[in-house]
């Protein structure tokens, strides 16, 4: 083969390489993570993971190919038709647990110190929900697919609230109320 071949080959696949890796990578990153969907059979709330893998490596050729990595309802339902991808195709990023979450709490106050919610820095801390009984939980630690009901019911709390309610709780024996303390020393001041 001549140099020139070569060359062509190596131009053609470097130009291939420019177009479809960029098209790869955003398909990969559009359906990485937790969905919440409406089950097409229960008509209640699943979670389900795409394989983005799958849909990434399909798009470099045609359409992506959507099929599920993960549902809430497997393995009972593991046989189902995954119609719900539908859903997922026509809304992406709507059904993500993420995006979810984060229109929830972006403009609503903190239940316990007021403080107003701006965009959720998923690096960071982030906030958590109060329940109706007054206990805390961070929402990783919910199921996927119980999210949108405990939306429902819960109040948005921020970390700082969060960690003091938790730690009024599990070491109750450690708060001391200081407050008479304070009376008494400006008291003294005064006289
Ligand atoms: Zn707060």
Known sequence: MSIELYLIILIVVLA???FVVPFVAGTFLKYRGKRVITCPETRSPAAVE???????LTAAFTHPDLRLK???????????GQECLLQ??????DCLVRHI???????????SCGKKFGEIQWSEHKPALLSPEGKTVEW???????????????????WDCHITETFCREYPDLIVD????????HRDLRG
Do not use: M, N
């Not at 979450?101 to 239940?111: D, E, I, M, R, T």
């Not at 200081?178 to 020393?185: I, K, N, P, W």
């Open 178 to 185: 200081r407050s008479h303390v304070s009376e008494g020393v």
């Open 16 to 18: 291939a390489l420019y």
């Open 101 to 111: 979450l984060a229109s929830w709490y972006l403009g609503k106050h903190c239940a």
């Open 50 to 56: 795409v394989d983005s893998a799958h849909a990434a």
């Open 88 to 93: 997922i195709e026509i809304a992406p990023e």
């Open 70 to 80: 993960t549902c809430s309802r497997w393995p009972e339902r593991q046989d189902c």
């Open 140 to 158: 990783p630690e919910l199921p996927p697919e119980k999210v949108p009901d405990v939306l429902k019911t819960h109040f948005p709390v921020c």
